[in-house]
């Protein structure tokens, strides 16, 4: 699992004694887990902003909240902190962070993503395209962004009916509908126009 070195705990303990805030925490996520676009993050953590399914663990002078979604990709990271001539810096590193991790038992984002990353977006890219997931909508929506040579591409519609919507919904069956939310009125880049 992750390693937060001795000199991260003690920096990351002294940022959290600077928030005046009573029980403060940090936790622990990764955007994009999965995706080349992983990064991953550490904000703070105030009494009640942890959600119910994080794991907790507790360090002596602070705790650290989880996200479920992100603990397999989590495996083999560490947090470190080097003091240097500007005063130091802290940083993470989540070799899993970046690897499809992808089950039956993953959620629909993640499924998705692992799709469109996998599968769809090396297809795109022959065109300068790609497309991105950005956000299940009321559960079963897969709500998609084009960009690159397929914003404003005059073959878009056939790209997200015959191709994206259709592997996504054979592949992901929770799934009921996708839509595109991409502004096509912009043309400059379009592989077809």
């Known amino acids: 699992m992750i390693t937060i070195t001795e000199s991260a705990q003690e920096y990351l303990a002294e ?3 600077k928030q005046d805030c ?3 925490a940090v936790r622990i996520f990764i955007l994009d887990a999965g995706t080349p676009k992983a990064e991953t ?3 703070f953590c105030r009494p009640g902003e942890s959600q119910e399914s994080d794991e907790l663990r507790t360090y002596p002078a602070f705790n650290a909240y989880l996200e479920a979604r992100s603990i397999p990709f989590l495996k083999d990271a560490t947090v ?4 240097d001539a500007m005063g130091g810096q802290l940083t993470i590193k989540a070799p899993n962070s970046r690897l499809p991790q992808v089950n039956d ?3 629909i984002e993640d499924r998705v993503n692992y799709v469109l990353y996998n599968e769809i977006n090396p297809g795109l890219a022959s065109h300068g395209g790609v497309v991105t997931l950005e956000e299940i909508f009321e559960d079963s929506v897969a709500i998609l962004k084009f960009g690159g040579g397929c914003q404003g591409c005059g073959m878009v519609d056939v790209t997200l009916k015959e191709g994206v ?3 996504l919904l054979e592949q992901i069956p929770q799934l009921t509908e996708v839509r595109d939310i991409t502004d096509h009125s912009q043309t400059e880049n379009a592989y077809f126009k």
């Open 165 to 167: 919507e259709k592997t």
């Open 105 to 107: 038992d993953s959620s």
């Open 15 to 17: 940022l959290l004694s």
């Open 22 to 24: 009573e029980g403060i």
């Open 80 to 83: 470190d902190y080097s003091k």
């Open 41 to 43: 993050c550490i904000s």
